[in-house]
């Protein structure tokens, strides 16, 4: 075996650091492409992670190519060409989300700024304004004061979430940092990333206008202010607790607004609208009000109790942490953890004072559910809150609680399940004619249905071609959401079906006997009638929550 001198071994091709310089120079434009695409995802409504992985996946293949190949003019040219590959799918995906006619002055604007520290907000734009406890605005700090990072940070972390309408805007810690998630119509989103030490400056802010502790870190603390946008004034709910990898908090705009409903106002249609009336008007019996969590349970269950007359009526409910409260209703609070024993000991002492109306918005033990369900056999009235995915799997869950078909059955009266689905923005709603075959699927008439409704796929754009975001939903293209209901009647039918070990199929024959709607059939009513689309209704008739009979309904629609 001959063994070469070191001197006379030689290097790869192109191994070296002058050979090198192309790769450094176009990874170095790589990555500034890749840190303006993490930013600009978030207003171009692409999902940040996925963009990231494609970006670092095709520069990584890029740059292993490049580094392999024999020939260095090859080898250069392969990792520009991966290059281009990335910019082409991410303009592309951009294209497709919210067009790209934004670009040329946000390039624009980079050229201005060149050279310049880049700011989280400035503070002269006076975005966001936070009024505290007593009522005082904050003035926007100047330059040299201590509390300006904290403010630009609160800026940068409101400013987006807001303009959206969101509801709910959470700031999560994450190694190196926080997070900022928010939800606008039970969508969440995901917003900025916020360094460590600007996302504990907001947090402490905050505390201080809500007029809570700043120093304790760890204890769960609950406040209350007011903030404001050009546009809305908003009361606040500020809630932070400490764990091991920090601080969150979680603000909840306008939560007494939340629940303001009534039965008219939830979306029933005209038929639901007029059983659910028939209802509330008749004496006695069990309501059960089913919906997964986050598709209105709580807003059905108050809109219900409203309905009957707080003044003339005795209505009391048991719940674990209720959100508001509710005028003229005794609301008994109920802790998280208590035990089944608890439960039913608060009911039976409710049950003695005579209540005309009850509400449990859990019913863990079948204690408490035979009580009320005696109860109520006696001209009370009771509405239970379930988790279940349609009305016959609430029938069932009920009879199982219980264990006593007969009484399960002759204390009921009616069931509603119920999901939310995002209304189409009217202003920027798209109008298409529907293919025909794609109606029957639906079990929609293609005589009768000659064009449907679906969100804006590309921006509004004015007779210079210049984008309009559209002022009433943002670009979001959807604004607020409405109830669809599946409601089943407790009849005598019912009862001597249930009584003589009915099956489900059979049930659903008495349910289409009484002209009632599936969910998934009073969702495509809203398609109709143009208030929705069929992309939203999929999206939320497929949710984890669906039963197997949902599931394959709502697939026919795909």
Excluded at 51 to 62: A, C, D, K, R, Y
Excluded at 128 to 141: A, N
Aim: proline share 5%.
């Amino acid at each position: 075996m001959i063994v070469l001198p070191p001197a006379v071994v030689e290097l790869g091709g192109y191994i070296n650091g002058f050979k090198l310089l192309p790769f450094a120079l176009i990874s170095l434009v790589w990555l500034r492409l890749m840190t303006w695409a993490d930013k600009d995802a978030e207003d171009a409504r692409l999902p940040r992670q996925t963009t990231n992985l494609i970006h670092l996946g095709l520069w990584i293949v890029g740059i292993g190519l490049g580094l392999v190949m024999p020939l260095y003019i090859a080898a250069v040219a392969i990792f520009i060409v991966f290059f281009a590959i990335d910019v082409a799918i991410y303009l592309s995906m951009r294209k497709k989300s919210v067009g790209l006619a934004d670009l040329s002055k946000q390039f624009a604007d980079w050229r201005k700024n060149i050279g310049k520290k880049e700011k989280i907000v400035s503070a002269s734009e006076h975005a966001v304004v936070l009024i505290d406890k007593g009522g005082k605005p904050l003035q926007p700090p100047t330059d040299d004061n201590p509390q300006r990072p904290a403010f630009d940070a609160i800026q940068s972390i409101l400013s987006q979430p807001l303009r959206y309408n969101a509801r709910r805007i959470d700031l999560r810690p994450t190694d190196g940092g926080s997070v900022v998630r928010y939800t606008v119509d039970g969508v969440t989103m995901e917003g900025k990333s916020v360094p460590k030490e600007a996302a504990t400056a907001a947090i402490e802010l905050m505390k201080q206008m809500a007029g809570l502790d700043p120093a304790d870190k760890r204890k769960p603390q609950t406040g209350k202010m007011k903030i404001t946008t050009e546009t809305a004034r908003h009361e606040a709910e500020i809630y932070t607790a400490g764990s091991t990898s920090g601080e969150m908090m979680r603000i909840t705009l306008d939560f007494k607004k939340l629940y303001d409903f009534r039965v008219d106002g939830l979306g029933f249609l005209s038929d639901q609208n007029k059983t659910i009336l028939e209802t509330v008007a008749e004496p006695g019996g069990i309501v059960l009000l089913t919906a997964p969590d986050g598709q209105g349970q709580t807003n059905l269950a108050y809109a219900m109790l409203k309905q009957h007359d707080a003044f003339l009526s005795n209505i009391q409910t048991l719940e674990r942490d209720p959100p508001i409260e509710l005028e003229g209703i005794t609301q008994n609070k109920l802790a998280a953890n208590a035990g089944t024993g608890e439960e039913t000991k608060q009911i039976d002492w409710m049950i003695s004072q005579q209540p005309d109306v009850i509400f449990l918005d859990r019913c863990d033990d079948p204690r408490t559910a035979i009580d009320l369900a005696k109860y109520c056999t006696d001209g009370h009235r009771g509405y239970v809150a379930m988790r279940a995915a349609n009305t016959f799997d609430a029938l069932a869950q009920w009879r199982k609680l219980i264990g006593d078909d007969k009484l399960a059955i002759d204390s009921l009266k009616l069931v509603v399940a119920e999901r939310l689905v995002r209304t189409l923005c009217e202003a920027c709603k798209v109008a298409y004619t529907p293919e025909p075959e794609a109606l029957k699927k639906m079990n929609m008439s293609p005589e009768r249905v000659t064009k449907l409704f679906q969100p804006r796929k590309e921006p509004m754009r004015d007779q210079k071609g210049n984008e309009i975001i559209c002022q009433f939903c943002q670009g979001l293209a959807y604004k607020g959401r409405t109830g669809v209901f599946e409601l089943f009647k407790i009849d005598d039918e019912v009862r001597a079906a249930v009584q003589a070990g009915g099956t489900v199929n059979q049930f659903k024959g008495l349910f289409r006997k009484q002209k009632q709607r599936y969910l998934q059939e009073a969702a495509l009513a809203r398609v109709e009638k143009g208030d929705t689309s069929v992309e939203e209704v999929l999206r939320v008739l497929r949710g984890p929550s669906s039963s197997s009979s949902t599931r394959s309904s709502s697939a026919a629609l795909a």
